[in-house]
């Protein structure tokens, strides 16, 4: 599972061809020892849970990396690497 991004001590994660499990675009996210799912583009919980203040973290990356996350997906769901996406600063 390919990490595409990491910022404070969050790690992001695609899968790839992951599109049978959640049925939609999403992300694998890790914190210590917490981990979810969030759909894509909306951000939403779909699985697990994170720490309300990172949730809000990630939340806010996948507001602005939208457009690079949907086309990530894309990428992943046939089967080529994904590329790597600037953290939150």
Do not use: C, T
Request: charged letters at 20%.
């Amino acid at each position: 599972m390919p990490v595409i991004s990491m910022f404070y001590g969050i790690i992001v994660h695609l899968f790839f061809a992951d599109n049978r499990r959640h049925k939609l675009p999403h992300i694998h996210v890790s914190y210590q020892e917490f981990e979810a799912v969030l759909s894509l583009p909306e951000g939403d919980v779909l699985e697990g849970a994170l720490p309300s203040n990172k949730i809000r973290l990630v939340q806010a990356w996948v507001d602005i990396h939208r457009d690079e996350l949907m086309a990530d997906w894309k990428l992943a769901v046939n089967g080529q690497q994904p590329y790597k996406i600037e953290p939150l600063r």
